[in-house]
């Protein structure tokens, strides 16, 4: 079945850039999204990249696509103390409209 | 605003007990879900509903029931036959999609249920 993996951690230091990945493994894959889940609270949709496209540029976010790969990253540029929070891949199949989630990257911010 | 609740923000319930966790809409979603989220285990769908007075088990149905007698609401009850339910409870919507394709989730705030 489909499969969406991520690590669970990742660490950086306040300015530089983060980089979060994300493999999945259905080839169908029609759109990827990221969403962001802040502490004690839901998730919102950060942003999202349709699968015909490389690469989605949205302010200090950059959405990277592989699709050779299977592999989706999420760049933050000059990362802030507010990017603190859990961040979260998910795919709609072709097959479908649910959402298949991977496990959720907790982005620490170190002073 | 638009948007979607959950109540309460904090859940306690003890052990044998069922409760009812509410989950309403006014966003004029057709599709509703429930998600349980545990650290390290992203999100395991519970159940969901794409229209009213309709609802299918998601991974992990056992031990959980739900209703969807009106567009906007979706509660999700935890009954006693649910062996480990503490946990962080998260329910969403969506526009129902005609094909696949784009879809947007828009989350409640969750709600944190622990077991004493």
């Known amino acids: 079945g489909e499969d969406v993996e991520q690590s669970l951690f990742l660490s950086v230091r306040e300015g530089d850039s983060s980089v979060i990945n994300c493999t999945y493994t259905d080839s169908s894959s029609t759109y990827l999204y990221w969403y962001k889940q802040e502490p004690g609270a839901g998730l919102q949709l950060l942003t999202y990249?349709?699968?015909n496209m490389d690469m989605k540029q949205d302010q200090r976010l950059t959405v990277l696509l592989n699709k050779k790969d299977k592999h989706l990253s999420l760049r933050i540029a000059d990362t802030q103390t507010g990017d603190s929070a859990i961040y979260f891949c998910a795919e709609t199949p072709d097959s479908n409209y649910q959402l298949i989630w991977g496990a959720g990257t907790k982005l620490i911010i170190k002073p | 605003d638009g948007g979607i609740t959950q109540s309460p923000k904090y859940l306690f319930r003890k052990e044998g007990q069922n409760v009812t966790l509410s989950c309403e809409q006014n966003l004029n979603h057709d599709a509703m879900y429930w998600y349980r989220q545990d650290p390290g285990q992203g999100l395991r769908l519970i159940y969901y509903?794409?229209?009213?007075?309709?609802?299918q088990k998601g991974d992990i149905a056992e031990g959980y029931s739900v209703s969807r007698e009106k567009k906007e609401s979706f509660p999700l009850t935890v009954t006693s036959a649910q062996k480990n339910p503490t946990a962080f409870y998260l329910c969403?919507?969506?526009?129902?999609?005609?094909?696949?394709?784009?879809?947007?989730?828009?989350f409640g705030q969750g709600t944190r249920l622990t077991v004493v």
């Open positions: 509903s794409q229209i009213v007075n309709d609802f």
């Open positions: 969403a919507s969506s526009p129902r999609q005609s094909s696949p394709g784009y879809t947007e989730a828009f």
């Open positions: 990249i349709f699968s």
